[in-house]
Nanobody, 123 residues
Framework: QVQLVESGGGLVQAGGSLRLSCAAS????????MGWFRQAPGKEREFVAA????????DYANSVKGRFTISRDNAKNAVYLQMNSLKPEDTAVYYC????????????????WGQGTQVTVSS
């Protein structure tokens, strides 16, 4: 079992930056692919970024490429999402999640989820 807790969300102006953190409990954290997803009101949850267990493979949604950076620190059981050049359309609740698959963009393939952290970008 893995428990995930996100933090770092908030209100920021367009063009600003935020860094989200996800703290994981459980000794098997380093075995999981970790992903970030987001869900805006009235929309489906969508993939943002993912990183494999050793950081060797990283994947981004086209909408955030060049602006967001995912990273992980297995020694600290943590995964991060650095978000730069934020846009109003990035406003959503952001979730971290873990998967036993090597790489996936599908929410259904992630087993454990955090409670989410709100990111609001004002124009």
């Amino acid at each position: 079992q893995v428990q995930l807790v996100e933090s770092g969300g908030g209100l920021v102006q367009a063009g600003g930056s935020l860094r989200l953190s996800c703290a994981a409990s459980g000794s098997t954290f380093s075995r999981y692919t970790m992903g970030w997803f987001r869900q805006a009101p009235g929309k489906e949850r969508e993939f943002v970024a993912a990183v494999t267990w050793n950081g060797g493979t990283i994947d981004y949604a086209n909408s955030v490429k060049g602006r967001f950076t995912i990273s992980r620190d297995n020694a600290k059981n943590a995964v991060y999402l650095q978000m730069n050049s934020l846009k109003p359309e990035d406003t959503a609740v952001y979730y971290c999640a873990s998967s036993t698959l090597f790489q996936s963009q599908y929410p259904s393939q992630y087993r454990y989820w955090g409670q989410g952290t709100q990111v609001t970008v004002s124009s």
